[in-house]
């Protein structure tokens, strides 16, 4: 303040004591002094150095942050993958289970789902599209438990269809009754 009466006093401006005390009021209120100023920029600049800082710290945390998020997401995926593989097996060992079965015939559908049941219970190992010891248990069940199984029926026809009359022969009458295995008379 003290340099602006010295410079308008150097103009040749003369202030009154009123006009002094309005400037002193005015000059108070709106500027800074060189040395507030000087304290303030040196605040900014120690403030900016802090926020670079901060950045800083701060990129590093998203950094991390975004890695455990992504460690999560794998360790979620995971496990889906692991619980998918083991949904997987177990369906493919329910339906080798069901295609060895299927190579038997049983007295009932019940029968046979009661088989099954009891097959998958057992827990035999699945390795190289074969069930280890599978075969074997099912053709034990077989001698001890015959009654689970269907009985063997004989076919329809019980003698051969061959005739001793060639399929070449001119009679057709004689073709017919070979091919039912009769002698024509």
Known sequence: ????????????????????????????KEFVSAADAAKTAAKVEELTKQLAERDSDLEK???DNKSDELNKQIAEL???YKTATEQLAAQETDY???????GYKFAS???????????????FKYEN??????????EE????????????????????TQGNVSADA???????????GLKNN
């Not at 001119?170 to 039912?180: A, K």
């Open 1 to 28: 303040m003290d340099k602006i009466l010295e410079l308008l006093k150097k103009l040749g401006i003369e202030l009154t004591a009123d006009q002094t005390a309005q400037i002193k009021e005015v000059v108070g």
């Open 61 to 63: 945390l998203k950094a």
């Open 78 to 80: 995971s496990e889906k």
């Open 96 to 102: 080798a289970a069901e295609k060895l079965l299927s």
């Open 109 to 123: 559908e019940r029968v046979k789902n009661s088989v099954l049941a009891e097959f998958k219970s057992k827990g």
């Open 129 to 138: 599209g074969a069930f280890v010891g599978g075969k074997e248990y099912l």
């Open 141 to 160: 069940l077989k001698k001890n438990e015959p009654d689970a199984f269907a009985k063997e029926t004989p076919g329809l026809f019980m003698d051969s």
């Open 170 to 180: 001119n009679n057709l009458e004689t073709q017919i009754f070979s091919g039912f």
